[in-house]
């Protein structure tokens, strides 16, 4: 079992920044890849970026420069650092964990979520 738990959301002017944080706890020594997916509201949820083990990343060619996912496996956090935000980014970001494939898209092969922190981009 892992647990997730995400921070830093919060609400911020569009042009700014946040750093979301996600910590891992449980059998973290099973997780291969990480991910942050988000999930505005009346859309459906859609993935943000990925990072495996190894620090492979994909990232969602819509957020690609603006987004920027790290990982610490030592200390079982992955972050996302976000600039330039829209208002178009405003919504519910989810941290997810897997123990199955080294780099992935697909949330199904995520086994683990966390609740989400939600991202307001507001003037």
């Known amino acids: 079992q892992v647990m997730l738990v995400e921070s830093g959301g919060g609400t911020v002017q569009p042009g700014g920044s946040l750093r979301l944080s996600c910590v891992a706890s449980?059998?973290?020594?099973?997780?291969?890849?990480m991910a942050w997916f988000r999930q505005a509201p009346g859309k459906e949820r859609e993935y943000v970026s990925v990072i495996g083990r190894g620090g492979g990343r994909i990232t969602n060619m819509s957020m690609k420069g603006r987004f920027t996912i790290s990982r610490d496996n030592n200390k079982n956090i992955v972050w996302l650092q976000m600039i330039g935000l829209e208002p178009e980014d405003t919504a519910l970001y989810y941290c997810a964990a897997g123990t199955r494939r080294e780099t992935t898209v697909n949330p199904d092969d995520y086994t683990y979520w966390g609740k989400g922190t939600l991202v307001t981009v507001s003037s």
């Open positions: 449980g059998r973290s020594d099973t997780i291969t890849s």
